[in-house]
């Protein structure tokens, strides 16, 4: 890795930031997690094991690198509820906000500005369509299969030995063992493990915000766009370099027991409306949190997708609510950025 920073990370902004919409996705053991993949299998392939620990940060510097970079997150204020951006020409407006997939169902997030436009809203956009029988067979097919070894590989092979004991002990830690993980590659070990994680420590995906929203659209009568497919989110995380995927996973694992606290006080930095402080922490190329290659793929090429799509949008009148992960609006690299540098007017933080 050029940047050894990723690890829980990919767990906090995949899961609670909302960089991917299907970071709600567990699964029990390997065998319920998706059919069988086809692709011919081929289990000479030179297996290629994790690199040295002593390259690797330890857990207590992944902790200062977090910690001071919450530090300097903190040292700016929202203003009390999370943010919402405006975008609008003579007879389209476009309400943009920055989601959390899994959230604590006691935590209070509704703004009237929220839901000012989400009532006012003919319809809602989501990253991707995660609820009609199509996309449950798309995450089966093209996000679930995507992490599974399709050429006779194991996610044990591929861990050294030290890398196996930690791993081994945090999915012990939740009551899984190891074997339930192994036809899964690195990066869809760590999507569970720290989903699981999550859940047990009280974080509900019903109590998410794309959910809420969703059924209260559905009942509305609104309709609904997507930004995405689910093998686009898949293939951000798939087609990283396995060693980067490994390390995700090792480090997921090193911090799996912090992982609360370091979650709650991101959730505190959305639910305050800080978007500067998001963006300090998270979601900037030196941010904690991201490899070169994972910034780019995760959040850069994505947002990039999505800016003429959004523009788009302003050539047919009504009014849209465009609800994405809040890791993609915050930051030097963010939609309301790149929106804002191709001369658009966005009104927000």
Same mark, same amino acid.
């Given at each position: 890795m050029s940047k050894l920073r990723f690890g829980a990370s990919a767990v906090v902004l995949g899961l609670v930031l #909302?960089?991917?919409?299907? #970071?709600?996705?567990?699964?029990?053991?390997? +065998?319920?997690?998706? /059919?069988?993949?086809?692709? /011919?299998?081929?289990?000479?392939?030179?297996?290629?094991?994790?690199?040295?620990?002593?390259?690797? /940060?330890?857990?207590?510097?992944?902790?200062? *690198?977090?910690?001071?970079?919450? +530090?300097?997150?903190?040292?700016?204020? #929202?203003?009390?509820? /999370?943010?919402?951006?405006?975008?609008?020409? %003579?007879?389209?407006?476009?309400?943009?906000?920055?989601?959390?997939?899994?959230?604590?169902? @006691?935590? %209070?997030?509704?703004?009237?500005?929220? @839901?000012?436009?989400?009532?006012?809203? @003919?319809?809602?956009?989501?990253?991707?369509?995660?609820?009609? +029988?199509?996309?449950?067979?798309?995450?089966?097919?093209?996000?679930?299969? *995507? #992490?599974?070894?399709?050429d006779g590989r194991t996610l044990t092979e591929v861990l050294n030995d030290e890398d196996e004991a930690v791993i081994s002990a945090a999915f012990d830690s939740l009551g899984v063992p190891m074997a339930a993980m192994n036809t899964f590659e690195p990066w869809m070990a760590s999507v569970n493990l720290g989903v699981m994680q999550l859940v047990n420590d009280g974080y509900d995906p019903q109590s998410g915000v794309e959910t809420v929203i969703e059924a209260e659209a559905t009942a509305a009568g609104k309709s609904f766009g997507f930004l995405e497919t689910i093998s686009q989110q898949a293939d951000a995380f798939d087609l990283l370099p396995e060693d980067e995927q490994i390390s995700i996973l090792y480090e997921t694992a090193l911090l799996l027991e912090e992982s609360p606290r370091m979650l709650d006080l991101l959730v505190d930095e959305w639910a305050d409306g800080d978007v500067t402080g998001i963006g300090t922490l998270v979601a900037n190329p030196e941010g904690y949190g991201f490899t070169d290659a994972a910034y780019q793929s995760l959040l850069v090429v994505r947002n990039t997708a999505w800016v003429p799509q959004i523009q788009a949008m302003l050539d047919e009148p009504g009014s849209v609510f465009i609800a994405v992960g809040a890791g993609h609006l915050a930051g030097p690299d963010?939609?309301?950025?790149?929106?804002?540098?191709?001369?658009?007017t966005v009104e927000g933080p």
């Amino acid at each position: 890795m050029s940047k050894l920073r990723f690890g829980a990370s990919a767990v906090v902004l995949g899961l609670v930031l #909302g960089v991917t919409g299907c #970071g709600n996705t567990t699964t029990e053991s390997s +065998e319920s997690a998706a /059919p069988a993949v086809t692709t /011919p299998q081929t289990p000479e392939v030179p297996v290629e094991t994790s690199s040295d620990l002593a390259t690797r /940060p330890t857990k207590a510097q992944l902790l200062a *690198r977090f910690d001071s970079a919450l +530090e300097r997150a903190e040292e700016t204020q #929202g203003p009390g509820s /999370p943010a919402l951006w405006t975008l609008a020409d %003579e007879d389209t407006t476009i309400h943009i906000f920055g989601t959390v997939h899994l959230l604590r169902p @006691d935590l %209070e997030w509704r703004s009237d500005a929220i @839901d000012q436009a989400l009532d006012q809203a @003919d319809k809602i956009v989501f990253e991707v369509d995660m609820k009609s +029988e199509a996309a449950q067979r798309a995450i089966a097919t093209d996000f679930l299969a *995507r #992490g599974m070894y399709a050429d006779g590989r194991t996610l044990t092979e591929v861990l050294n030995d030290e890398d196996e004991a930690v791993i081994s002990a945090a999915f012990d830690s939740l009551g899984v063992p190891m074997a339930a993980m192994n036809t899964f590659e690195p990066w869809m070990a760590s999507v569970n493990l720290g989903v699981m994680q999550l859940v047990n420590d009280g974080y509900d995906p019903q109590s998410g915000v794309e959910t809420v929203i969703e059924a209260e659209a559905t009942a509305a009568g609104k309709s609904f766009g997507f930004l995405e497919t689910i093998s686009q989110q898949a293939d951000a995380f798939d087609l990283l370099p396995e060693d980067e995927q490994i390390s995700i996973l090792y480090e997921t694992a090193l911090l799996l027991e912090e992982s609360p606290r370091m979650l709650d006080l991101l959730v505190d930095e959305w639910a305050d409306g800080d978007v500067t402080g998001i963006g300090t922490l998270v979601a900037n190329p030196e941010g904690y949190g991201f490899t070169d290659a994972a910034y780019q793929s995760l959040l850069v090429v994505r947002n990039t997708a999505w800016v003429p799509q959004i523009q788009a949008m302003l050539d047919e009148p009504g009014s849209v609510f465009i609800a994405v992960g809040a890791g993609h609006l915050a930051g030097p690299d963010s939609v309301i950025t790149m929106l804002r540098d191709e001369g658009y007017t966005v009104e927000g933080p």
